[in-house]
């Protein structure tokens, strides 16, 4: 049995970086998914993330991304689906520390190799934002490119041989911070 | 000429620091500490439901979660006046324990070990020098010659690649590293090790929270946890045994462990307990209350000023009738719309944003003050306000440290010493000492109060008309407080004054600066453009930006900008 970590990451208190808590909440409701994947609302959980990652064959993070137009040459749509691979992410320079925070996924991961516990295999499903500004909801942009995480996330569990199946009845979706906002995502069940 | 070096980690997203010092002949003349976003977040929660804060509040920051879930049901709960069960208070206790300890474990070795030790350093050690060295300290287990070979080899793997990874920003070979290659490859290992630990710290928090990050079990009133030493689901005799064996290890590794490197690198760093000083008013408030009421704490509380030890003034209750009188926040110098300091149940959130400019505005931080002064907060805070009313348990583990080193290094470390960067690392390591035998204490305390047949866990709140709280907790960083105001039922106004907010503080309308930004000044730098020193004395804050998005930055550029103008 595959160990596996889906975990949706940001903070839900600023808008399209909430993204992620919110993915992971929508997917454990509609699926169900084999004995060893683990779904989370992780947050932002900075260090923390090392334990997250460790001892897992795999993990598929969701998380809002922010490419700007300076190092990317042309602007990046918001709601657009950007996948990175373990390589990807590996090959990225870790933050210097100024806080906790700064030691984000490059670092937790690069800490993961050198502690000899990092998975196989990761990825990084990335959802450009739109604004980050304070606010429980997401932008419509980002709404509208739910459907796209969701194949993607599926496509990835299909690759590791992983199963999954809809949930006959889904269960309750615990939005609790969203309470003022359209639930419903335009994924069809 | 003075030059200007701006330490800036320019993710673009996330509520960072940023520092910028002038240096002249090679020390720190002038310092400006900012914070890079704007921590608008407490406006979301006006016109919600107060029972509900906590769950927002604890988004607040992903590093310190139940820090701000606790301390918002104590803010609600002090607008009540509301008691709280026995059983409640020791649970919430153990959970702030555990994540203070595990938060402690991971600044140390994660955040700030690698400002003293230089990994390239390491190849050239001798495990077996290493190992004779470490069992003359202490009795760990896990300072045998083959843990220091195994983890030398990891370092000589990773230099050998040529693929530094975690590594690559480190200042190694910079003139400040001092250690010899056995204590670099010594504190090295157990930053390895420490990973075991701060998890098993992080497990009591789950178990005791039913989850983590987010903890869930926290309710207005008391905590939501079942107890029932006959149910299979509920809090029972099985599971506080698991939190007994899981704080065992965590206690022997505070001790054994945490303690004495900070002791061991200390004692090698002499110089650094003269460096750093900065704001010597101090601030804690008492926690770990013993009883219902909150009349008798653990953790004592109260303000030290200028330094001044011996004239340290208590507070009796941790939302004493002073703190709720002395806090104002002023915004000269913060990117808010101008206006005099005010008191944070009254406090404003309008942004003003200018750009940064060090002689106006700077700072999307405001600056806190207690009866106007600026004020340091912290492990080290805590610790001088207890030591100076004779605390027993906090002159146990301060004259343990203190031991510790002048044995290592034949360092006599005076409390005096204490106002510096490393006498804020020490202070953090002998709160740690603290911590971990309190843990056992309450664990103790919670067991035989359910043996007695006491479950309850829970008051419910009453809300009616307008009413005001601080909630406040003394957490791994310092004094957090939590304000609101509840109108008919409903949030009127909150604010968070967070510790990171008393100690990144930028200046005030009469300059006076806030304690990063007088710590640094006349910080002699070897290397201006290499500022390892100024980290150094940051990192003792164990700052943390609250309010921090986690957005994932691919360009590659987590990389600090360190800009000498």
Same mark, same amino acid.
């Given at each position: 049995?595959?160990?596996?970590?889906?975990?949706?990451?940001?903070?839900?208190?600023?808008?399209?970086? *909430?993204?992620?808590?919110?993915?992971?909440?929508?997917?454990?409701?509609?699926?169900?998914?084999?004995?060893?994947?683990?779904?989370?609302?992780?947050?932002?959980?900075?260090?923390?993330?090392?334990?997250?990652?460790?001892?897992?064959?795999?993990?598929?993070?969701?998380?809002?991304?922010?490419?700007?137009?300076?190092?990317?040459?042309?602007?990046?749509?918001?709601?657009?689906?950007?996948?990175?691979?373990?390589?990807?992410?590996?090959?990225?320079?870790?933050?210097?520390?100024?806080?906790?925070?700064?030691?984000?996924?490059?670092?937790?991961?690069?800490?993961?190799?050198?502690?000899?516990?990092?998975?196989?295999?990761?990825?990084?499903?990335?959802?450009?934002?739109?604004?980050?500004?304070?606010?429980?909801?997401?932008?419509?942009?980002?709404?509208?490119?739910?459907?796209?995480?969701?194949?993607?996330?599926?496509?990835?569990?299909?690759?590791?041989?992983?199963?999954?199946?809809?949930?006959?009845?889904?269960?309750?979706?615990?939005? /609790?911070?969203?309470?003022?906002?359209?639930?419903?995502?335009? @994924?069809?069940? | 000429?003075?030059?200007?070096?701006?330490?800036? $980690?320019?993710?673009?997203?996330?509520?960072?620091?940023?520092?910028?010092?002038?240096?002249?002949?090679?020390?720190?003349?002038?310092?400006?500490?900012?914070?890079?976003? /704007?921590?608008?977040?407490?406006?979301?929660?006006?016109?919600?439901?107060?029972?509900?804060? +906590?769950?927002?509040?604890?988004?607040?920051?992903?590093?310190?979660?139940? @820090?701000?879930?606790?301390?918002?049901?104590?803010?609600?709960?002090?607008?009540?006046?509301?008691?709280?069960?026995?059983?409640?208070?020791?649970?919430?206790?153990?959970?702030?324990?555990?994540?203070?300890?595990?938060?402690?474990? #991971?600044?140390?070795?994660?955040?700030?070990?690698?400002?003293?030790?230089?990994?390239?350093?390491?190849?050239?050690?001798?495990?077996?020098?290493?190992?004779?060295?470490?069992?003359?300290?202490?009795? /760990?287990?896990?300072?045998?010659?083959?843990?220091?070979?195994?983890?030398?080899?990891?370092?000589?793997?990773?230099?050998?690649?040529?693929?530094?990874?975690?590594?690559?920003?480190?200042?190694?070979?910079?003139?400040?590293?001092?250690?010899?290659?056995?204590?670099?490859?010594?504190?090295? !290992?157990?930053? #390895?090790?420490?990973?075991?630990?701060?998890?098993?710290?992080?497990?009591?928090?789950?178990?005791?929270?039913?989850?983590?990050?987010?903890?869930?079990?926290?309710?207005?009133?008391?905590?939501?946890?079942?107890?029932?030493?006959?149910?299979?689901? &509920?809090?029972?005799?099985?599971?506080?045994?698991?939190?007994?064996?899981?704080?065992?290890?965590?206690?022997?590794?505070?001790?054994?462990?945490?303690? @004495?490197? @900070?002791?061991?690198?200390?004692?090698?760093?002499?110089? +650094?307990?003269?460096?750093?000083?900065?704001? !010597?008013?101090?601030?804690?408030?008492?926690?770990? $209350?013993?009883?219902?009421?909150?009349? &008798?704490?653990?953790?004592?509380?109260?303000?030290?000023?200028?330094?001044?030890?011996?004239?340290?003034?208590?507070?009796?209750? &941790?939302?004493?009738?002073?703190?709720?009188?002395?806090?104002?926040?002023?915004?000269?110098?913060?990117?808010?719309?101008?206006?005099?300091?005010?008191?944070? +149940?009254? *406090?404003?959130?309008?942004?003003?944003? %200018?750009?940064?400019?060090?002689?106006?505005?700077?700072? /999307?931080?405001?600056?806190?003050?207690?009866?106007?002064?600026?004020?340091?907060?912290?492990?080290?805070?805590?610790?001088?306000?207890?030591?100076?009313?004779?605390?027993?348990?906090?002159?146990?583990?301060?004259?343990?440290?203190?031991?510790?080193?002048?044995?290592?290094?034949?360092?006599?470390?005076?409390?005096?010493?204490?106002?510096?960067?490393?006498?804020?690392?020490?202070?953090? &390591?002998?709160?740690?000492?603290?911590?971990?035998?309190?843990?056992?204490?309450?664990?103790?305390?919670?067991?035989?109060?359910?043996?007695?047949?006491?479950?309850?866990?829970?008051?419910?709140?009453?809300?009616?008309?307008?009413?005001?709280?601080?909630? %406040?907790?003394?957490?791994?960083?310092?004094?957090?407080?939590?304000?609101?105001?509840?109108?008919?039922?409903?949030?009127?106004?909150?604010?968070?004054?967070?510790?990171? %907010?008393?100690?990144?503080?930028?200046?005030?309308?009469?300059?006076?600066?806030?304690?990063?930004?007088?710590?640094?000044?006349?910080? $002699?730098?070897?290397?201006?453009?290499?500022?390892?020193?100024?980290?150094?004395?940051?990192?003792?804050?164990?700052?943390?930006?609250?309010?921090?998005?986690?957005?994932?930055?691919?360009?590659?550029?987590?990389?600090?900008?360190?800009?000498?103008?």
């Amino acid at each position: 049995m595959k160990k596996v970590l889906i975990g949706g990451i940001g903070n839900v208190l600023l808008g399209d970086d *909430g993204v992620g808590p919110y993915m992971a909440r929508l997917l454990e409701a509609r699926y169900e998914f084999d004995e060893g994947v683990e779904v989370a609302d992780l947050g932002t959980p900075a260090l923390d993330l090392i334990d997250q990652l460790s001892g897992k064959d795999g993990v598929i993070l969701i998380d809002s991304i922010s490419i700007d137009v300076e190092t990317n040459g042309t602007d990046v749509v918001p709601g657009t689906v950007v996948l990175y691979r373990k390589a990807d992410i590996m090959r990225l320079r870790p933050s210097v520390r100024m806080d906790p925070h700064s030691p984000a996924l490059v670092d937790a991961l690069l800490s993961a190799e050198l502690f000899g516990v990092a998975p196989r295999d990761l990825l990084l499903v990335g959802i450009q934002a739109e604004s980050f500004e304070p606010s429980c909801s997401l932008s419509k942009a980002v709404t509208a490119s739910l459907d796209g995480v969701i194949a993607e996330v599926l496509r990835e569990l299909d690759r590791w041989g992983v199963e999954y199946r809809l949930r006959e009845h889904p269960a309750e979706l615990d939005l /609790w911070w969203a309470a003022e906002q359209t639930l419903e995502s335009s @994924v069809a069940p | 000429m003075a030059k200007r070096i701006t330490i800036d $980690p320019i993710t673009r997203i996330e509520g960072h620091l940023r520092i910028d010092v002038e240096v002249d002949n090679n020390a720190v003349s002038n310092a400006w500490a900012s914070c890079t976003m /704007w921590r608008g977040i407490e406006k979301i929660l006006r016109g919600r439901d107060p029972r509900d804060a +906590w769950l927002f509040t604890q988004r607040f920051c992903g590093v310190c979660t139940t @820090v701000h879930a606790m301390a918002s049901v104590r803010a609600v709960e002090d607008a009540l006046k509301l008691e709280i069960p026995l059983n409640a208070q020791y649970i919430r206790n153990l959970i702030l324990i555990a994540h203070a300890l595990h938060d402690h474990i #991971v600044h140390f070795y994660q955040l700030s070990a690698l400002d003293w030790v230089d990994i390239m350093q390491i190849p050239k050690a001798d495990p077996a020098a290493t190992s004779k060295l470490a069992e003359s300290l202490s009795p /760990w287990t896990g300072n045998s010659r083959n843990e220091f070979k195994a983890a030398q080899d990891r370092v000589n793997a990773v230099a050998a690649s040529g693929q530094l990874g975690i590594f690559m920003n480190g200042y190694w070979g910079h003139p400040a590293m001092r250690l010899s290659p056995e204590v670099n490859l010594l504190a090295f !290992t157990h930053y #390895v090790q420490a990973l075991e630990y701060q998890r098993k710290a992080l497990q009591v928090v789950g178990i005791l929270g039913s989850k983590t990050p987010h903890i869930q079990n926290l309710t207005v009133g008391g905590v939501a946890n079942a107890i029932d030493l006959d149910s299979a689901s &509920a809090l029972n005799m099985d599971r506080l045994e698991m939190i007994r064996v899981l704080l065992t290890d965590v206690v022997r590794f505070i001790n054994e462990v945490y303690l @004495v490197d @900070v002791c061991a690198v200390a004692a090698m760093y002499p110089e +650094w307990f003269k460096i750093g000083k900065g704001v !010597t008013n101090y601030l804690a408030v008492p926690d770990l $209350p013993l009883d219902s009421a909150g009349s &008798a704490y653990d953790l004592p509380g109260g303000i030290i000023m200028n330094g001044n030890i011996a004239g340290v003034h208590p507070f009796k209750t &941790a939302a004493d009738k002073e703190f709720r009188e002395a806090v104002t926040e002023d915004v000269a110098h913060a990117y808010y719309q101008a206006g005099k300091p005010l008191h944070p +149940w009254v *406090g404003e959130t309008e942004p003003a944003f %200018t750009g940064w400019d060090g002689e106006q505005k700077y700072s /999307w931080v405001k600056a806190p003050r207690f009866n106007g002064q600026p004020m340091q907060v912290g492990p080290l805070a805590q610790v001088l306000v207890g030591y100076a009313q004779g605390h027993p348990l906090t002159r146990k583990y301060a004259d343990l440290a203190i031991g510790k080193i002048a044995a290592v290094g034949g360092v006599h470390v005076t409390p005096d010493m204490l106002h510096s960067t490393l006498g804020r690392h020490a202070a953090r &390591a002998i709160r740690a000492g603290m911590l971990a035998e309190l843990a056992q204490k309450h664990l103790q305390l919670l067991t035989d109060n359910v043996a007695k047949g006491d479950y309850t866990v829970h008051n419910p709140p009453v809300f009616s008309g307008e009413v005001e709280g601080v909630g %406040t907790h003394e957490a791994p960083r310092g004094t957090l407080s939590h304000w609101i105001v509840v109108k008919d039922g409903k949030i009127k106004n909150y604010q968070a004054v967070v510790p990171s %907010t008393w100690n990144a503080s930028p200046r005030d309308a009469s300059g006076a600066h806030g304690p990063y930004e007088a710590s640094l000044l006349h910080t $002699p730098l070897a290397r201006p453009e290499e500022p390892l020193e100024v980290l150094r004395t940051v990192h003792s804050f164990d700052p943390c930006m609250a309010c921090a998005c986690h957005t994932f930055d691919p360009s590659g550029r987590q990389i600090a900008k360190v800009k000498v103008l």
